[in-house]
């Protein structure tokens, strides 16, 4: 087999339709208006920078390193894109760290940080913004938080008994909309209220209205419901059971049998006012609003009886303020929040989550919400270029995109004082 030199062709040729879908979106204007100006003998712009790295994870990359080692010449190709060193590039976002904020609480022990980052968190809206129409549906605003288990210096003992960081992130459907990283130590119910004030401050500056809000047990705490209140118009919540929520189950006279996976559970509601114990004695237990509490139960396999209802079933109960869905409608639309647990697979094995580059908090922070945003962009590129080119769904995972739109091989060539790329495959666009 002979070899011959060949010319200068990139694997990645798919990457210059995404560019410029960003570029006719307007995304590399949003970057350089939003982040602080650079000096003028600086180089590579942000607009470099950011789309420099978004490309490792769109070409197949798990690390900044891979713009040096794997992805240079093929990315450098391009006429209109300046590929930074990885060290640059990294250094770079260093700069857009903010030091992290200590929560001190009278119920909570200290060594509690939040790595709160507006700035970006303001882009990441203003990006999501232009790419999706927030104003065409009523707004459903889902919140969590995921553990990313690490060593890095300021990493703390989670609950799960290993160290890392515990972030709260919140969702519009499958775009990531805020991150706030927290320490390891710091559990999720812990200054969530300050945490959601943030959050619905963010998205209210931006003219994004949510109508309705789902969350775990961890968002079922008076403060929290208090910001949730203001911001929301309907609330569907996870609680946590307590002696006063049992005896509010036991006082459930109809229950309807439904069939689940082969099993029958018993549905019922009743109306429920929560946190009388925390005002018990004050003027403002009258304060207090009542809600639905929607209950399901399901017979306990060892046959203990609880004391407050004496049957033999384990409960799960929401709270809500919607007088309107049926509980059965409402079990549906909230137990639709465990997709959640799957846009966390893919942030973590798609997009970096699982490997942290920095040492600290707030810069994790700043590496959580780039690629956050590089989440939402592909979110955008795969619904619009499956339109498009055949062979490609909405629901794919990015290593079907790569392997299906990304990898053609592609040049570009200068004619007639124009550059034009030149496609080496069968890419059938629709037009």
Not at 202 to 231: C, H, P, T, W
Not at 409 to 414: C, E, I
């Amino acid at each position: 087999m002979k070899v011959i030199k060949s010319e200068r062709v990139s694997p990645f040729g798919g990457l210059n339709f995404v560019i410029k879908e960003l570029d006719k979106r307007g995304v590399g204007n949003i970057l350089c208006h939003h982040l602080p100006s650079l000096k003028p003998q600086c180089r590579f712009s942000w607009r470099d920078i950011f789309y420099s790295y978004w490309s490792v994870f769109l070409c197949g990359g798990d690390c900044a390193e891979d713009l040096s080692l794997n992805f240079k010449g093929p990315l450098d190709i391009h006429p209109d894109l300046s590929i930074p060193s990885p060290d640059r590039v990294l250094n770079r976002l260093k700069e857009l760290a903010q030091a992290p904020t200590e929560y001190v609480s009278k119920r909570s022990s200290p060594g509690h940080f939040f790595a709160i980052n507006e700035q970006l968190n303001h882009l990441n809206i203003s990006i999501c913004n232009q790419l999706f129409d927030y104003n065409a549906d009523e707004i459903t605003l889902d919140y969590d938080n995921t553990i990313c288990f690490t060593d890095k210096k300021d990493a703390s003992r989670t609950y799960k008994f290993e160290n890392g960081y515990q972030p709260g992130v919140g969702f519009i459907g499958s775009s990531i909309i805020y991150v706030e990283n927290r320490s390891g130590k710091s559990t999720a119910q812990v200054g969530q209220d300050q945490t959601l004030l943030r959050m619905f401050l963010q998205l209210q500056n931006q003219g994004i209205a949510v109508k309705r809000f789902r969350a775990d047990s961890a968002s079922y705490g008076y403060e929290m419901l208090e910001v949730i209140n203001q911001f929301s118009d309907l609330f569907y919540l996870r609680a946590r059971m307590s002696q006063r929520l049992e005896k509010a189950i036991s006082t459930v006279k109809k229950w309807k049998a439904i069939k689940r996976s082969g099993e029958t559970v018993y549905r019922g509601e009743t109306t429920f006012t929560p946190f009388q114990s925390l005002f018990k004695g004050t003027k403002k237990v009258k304060a207090l609003k009542s809600y639905r509490l929607i209950i399901t139960k399901e017979v306990r396999r060892d046959g203990q009886l609880n004391a407050f209802t004496g049957e033999a079933y384990n409960y799960s109960a929401i709270v809500t303020n919607d007088t309107e869905m049926e509980t059965d409608q409402i079990v549906h639309f909230y137990n639709q929040r465990g997709a959640i647990e799957k846009e966390f697979e893919v942030l973590k094995y798609d997009f970096g989550w699982q490997n942290l580059p920095f040492s600290y908090l707030a810069e994790n922070n700043v590496y959580l919400l780039v690629t956050a945003m590089c989440r939402n962009i592909y979110h955008f590129l795969i619904n619009f270029f499956s339109s498009k080119v055949h062979g490609l769904k909405p629901w794919y995972r990015i290593k079907k995109f790569i392997f299906r739109f990304i990898c053609i091989p592609a040049k570009w060539v200068r004619h007639a004082r124009q550059w034009r790329l030149k496609l080496y495959g069968n890419v059938a666009f629709k037009t």
